[in-house]
């Protein structure tokens, strides 16, 4: 029962506590590099200055540029996900610059930017899930309401549960009853938190490597080829509709492709507030199928039969 009550506690809750934290962390390592390289400092120089510990410091083993992405990716496997996603991010960044010959201070700028904007996009979702979350926690301790409540009144609800057959079955199903509704609660929680960390990235990566020169079709195999470096599933097939319209309007595709990415990280993000939005209405479902029960059959039942033993004790 103790670890039902701790887990009915802890249900939901972030590894970290502070949301955005670890990306805002790797947006400004991303940033002070592009600083250094932006003083013309070359870009293995200005990665061993910065290597203090993590993923830099992996990436300042490097021999040259071109390994410093998968150094970034070895070194960040232990890291929280959200850093880990971050830092895939700035991987991904550094092979297109790299392999297309993409100004590389002014890509890892925009790319401080971009992980400082998914760190405001957790810090919102934080924020929305906040409320329901708080709910969930306090659903899950009224069982153990329901047994204070007895032993307050004076009851015996563990004499009921202990001496009685209706009183350990009551109890077996109750706990079943708040182990199942802890789970839901759990199950529906990460459903409501599940956001696309590669939302925009492949139209920021295309756009990258345009700005290198390379033509749409090559530009798109470095993407998809760097991508795959770094461990990420990746496609940017959905970008040939705005590669066409550049064409055919003769304007520049960097900057509409950084828009289109833009969009489809807005558009994720508001998915996810979306479902935060919904997840007070959907935790009701756990609360009258599970919780509530439990809170009958742990608190009530054993309650009533405390009553019961008393008053024919009496007799």
Same mark, same amino acid.
């Given at each position: 029962m103790r670890s039902l009550v701790r887990a009915a506690l802890h249900a939901g809750r972030r590894e970290s506590s502070e949301p955005g934290v670890a990306l805002d962390a790797v947006a400004d390592a991303v940033h002070r590099l592009a600083v250094l390289l932006s003083a013309g400092i070359e870009p293995l120089a200005a990665v061993r200055l910065l290597a203090e510990d993590g993923p830099l410091a992996r990436a300042a083993e490097a021999a040259s540029p071109l390994e410093v992405p998968e150094a970034i990716i070895a070194g960040c496997a232990t890291e929280p996900d959200a850093a880990r996603r971050g830092w895939r991010h700035l991987a991904a960044c550094w092979a297109v610059a790299t392999e297309t010959g993409a100004p590389l201070a002014s890509v890892l700028e925009r790319a401080a &930017?971009?992980?400082?904007? @998914?760190?405001? =996009?957790? *810090?919102?979702?934080?924020? /929305?899930?906040?409320?329901?979350? !708080?709910? $969930?926690r306090i659903v899950g301790l009224l069982p153990l309401a329901g047994v204070l409540l007895a032993l307050l009144i004076g009851a015996d609800p563990v004499g009921a549960v202990v001496g009685t057959v209706p009183g350990a079955v009551a109890t077996v199903l109750g706990v079943a009853a708040l182990a199942a509704g802890i789970r839901w609660t759990r199950r529906l929680v990460a459903a409501a938190r599940v956001v696309d960390p590669l939302a925009g990235l492949g139209h920021e990566l295309l756009a990258l490597a345009m700005a290198g020169g390379a033509a749409p079709a090559a530009a798109q195999r470095r993407v998809e080829q760097a991508a795959a470096r770094?461990?990420?599933?990746?496609?940017?097939? &959905?970008?040939?509709?705005? @590669?066409?319209? =550049?064409? *055919?309007?003769?304007?520049? /595709?960097?900057?509409?492709?950084? !828009?289109? $990415?833009?969009?489809a990280r807005r558009l994720a993000l508001a998915d996810v507030l979306r479902r935060a939005a919904l997840l007070g209405s959907r935790l009701l479902a756990p609360l009258g199928l599970c919780f509530l029960p439990a809170f009958v059959l742990l608190g009530v039942v054993p309650l009533m039969i405390g009553i019961l033993r008393g008053a024919l004790a009496a007799f």
């Open positions: &930017d971009t992980l400082r904007a @998914l760190a405001d =996009a957790d *810090r919102q979702i934080d924020l /929305a899930l906040s409320g329901p979350l !708080a709910t $969930a770094c461990g990420l599933t990746l496609s940017v097939a &959905d970008a040939r509709v705005t @590669l066409d319209f =550049a064409a *055919r309007a003769g304007v520049p /595709a960097g900057a509409l492709l950084r !828009a289109e $990415a833009s969009r």
